[in-house]
DNA sequence: ACCTGAACACCGTTCAAGT
DNA sequence: ACCTGAACACCGTTCAAGT
């Protein structure tokens, strides 16, 4: 098993004497690398241009990060520490749920290349641990039974990170007509009726998006839950 | 604006004579591609792969494909070719959302590699819309309006798209103790303590959850209409 | 028009050698 | 123990040259 945790910095003492440049360290490569993915997206982000931008070899970095999946997942969390989780008590838990949510969506989307790579990194840190016991609270006020809770949990930061991910996708094209809006907004109306009728609203995001998805999800979550399913397989086992 | 759909293969007359080797093609580029990737993944697709398992060089590939990110569009709705989007008329709205939705899935997790695409690609190609077209078709007889299908819809898709992702890490993972399910499984119960609690329900995946929460978005969805978003801020604009 | 080898500018990762 | 240059085995994409 890993001697070390990952996301708890080992302590290197930083040699005395001329600090010409930065020593190297594990919070200097992931700060580094967080940089590098704000200002010139996933792609923007390898081993080797944190290492060039570190001015040093790629190879060095490989005393204080296993590989490139490992620095995903510290500058995911390294992210994850900028959403709020704290909001005032004296709020509805469903004003609370809108808040951290939206934090969250904030911080995907103010960092280029994030959302990107919260789809492709299944986030596990201490900061996503954090987020993650806070939705649970906020559910847990909200009268949803823990199993239930778990499951909507993840249904909500999914929805969260993917719609941050599509925002992202649109900001990157320069042209408005390409791609995606390109293939939606010109559907043929003789083989797609329907799509055809909703193009505008497929495409539309917003305020109002967010705020419809999390209700319908919220309401579903209140009105389904979880102990229905294992009764029903019981009842089923039995007959 | 494109001269050419790229959905539609241009025909290339394969020169008469001696056919020792298949003539490049559109098709034939896609469907190598297709092979590799359930073969080995989406890492195992590239360009050069592809070119050398169809033998000849990477460059040859750029006169049918404009760059690899089309690659990635077509393979992907070539794969969603293989979505059942018919259900027996006879049977309900629910059953047959279910069915097609499961036979989404079905492919997802059937093709390695293949969720991984799913995730990072949006898709806009003729079976995407097929699919889209047929969900859209049982949420208009389940009564839902229009715009609201819209975006239910894509809600729908994105969690199942999400789940075989999920799935599909899981079965990567030859140490199940490792990554996800050890920082998850190992969470303090001082820190986290409902994350703790709820530990087991997080990582467990299967059609009781897959049941679940499709159930709960399609509650949600009937039961908070986009209309009411709509009049809320036209009398937020008159106050 | 189609196909191609070679080149360009990159990758992640390893390894042997240095301090 | 930390750091490194060089090498290895790859990438996507372009370009000039061939048919």
Do not use: C
């Amino acid at each position: 098993m890993g001697e070390h945790n990952p996301f708890e910095p080992r302590k290197v003492v930083s040699r005395r004497g001329g600090r010409v440049k930065e020593p190297l360290s594990h919070a200097a490569i992931v700060d580094k690398a967080f940089e590098l993915l704000t200002e010139h997206g996933l792609e923007g982000m390898s081993l080797r241009s944190v290492a060039k931008a570190l001015d040093t070899g790629p190879a060095s970095l490989y005393v204080y990060v296993d590989d490139l999946s490992q620095l995903h997942a510290l500058v995911l969390d390294r992210a994850l520490a900028k959403v709020s989780t704290k909001a005032a008590r004296h709020k509805s838990w469903e004003e609370r749920l809108h808040a951290v949510l939206g934090s969250y969506y904030q911080v995907l989307t103010q960092h280029r290349g994030l959302a990107q790579l919260a789809m492709s990194t299944i986030a596990a840190g201490p900061n996503a641990l954090r987020f993650l016991e806070t939705l649970l609270e906020i559910l847990a006020e909200a009268g949803v039974d823990e199993p239930t809770a778990a499951w909507a949990v993840d249904l909500l930061m999914l929805y969260v990170t993917a719609l941050a991910f599509e925002h992202s996708q649109r900001a990157k094209d320069l042209d408005p007509l390409a791609h995606v809006a390109g293939a939606i907004g010109a559907v043929s109306e003789a083989e797609y009726p329907r799509i055809h009728r909703v193009r505008a609203a497929i495409m539309s995001g917003g305020k109002a998006r967010f705020a419809w998805t999390l209700r319908a999800i919220v309401e579903g979550i209140l009105r389904v839950p979880i102990d229905q399913e294992a009764l029903t397989r019981k009842l089923r086992r039995k007959s």
